[in-house]
């Protein structure tokens, strides 16, 4: 992953340093100003237009939505956010373990109470 950022990060710094040297030769260059802007704005979005055209051909899909297994990702979120408020509010972590305890038992019972009935 790093090696990804260093080089999105390289790449960027020469197209700013590469587009920078080559507006400044067209400033430098055309003697009317319509026809400077125009050129400039050009070779600043050449790169997005490829990008652009390279998405669509390629159908890379960066940016939809993909199904994911909904559960879990919820489920380690909601782990992770419960440890970040047990840190922050200690005295509720062992009311929630007792709720949790309660509603383990009362399962159990029910569990148990089926059981029973099944087997008369």
């Known amino acids: 992953m790093e090696k990804l950022l260093v080089a999105s990060v390289l790449i960027v710094l020469l197209y700013v340093f590469i587009n920078g040297v080559i507006s ?5 260059w ?10 400039t704005v050009v070779v600043w979005l050449i790169p997005f237009l490829g990008a652009i055209i390279a998405y669509k051909i390629l159908n890379l899909n ?3 939505n993909r199904k994911k297994n909904v559960t879990n990702e919820q489920s380690n979120i909601s782990g992770a956010l419960l440890e970040v408020d047990s840190i922050f509010n200690p005295g509720q972590r ?11 038992e009362q399962t ?7 059981q029973n009935k099944t087997s008369l």
Not at 94 to 104: A, D, F, N, T, Y
Not at 108 to 114: A, I, K, M
């Open 24 to 28: 400044k030769e067209i400033f430098l």
């Open 30 to 39: 055309e003697p009317l100003l319509g026809k400077r802007i125009l050129l």
């Open 62 to 64: 960066w940016f939809k």
């Open 94 to 104: 062992h009311v929630i373990e007792q709720k949790q305890k309660k509603h383990s």
């Open 108 to 114: 159990e019972d029910v569990g148990e109470d089926y």
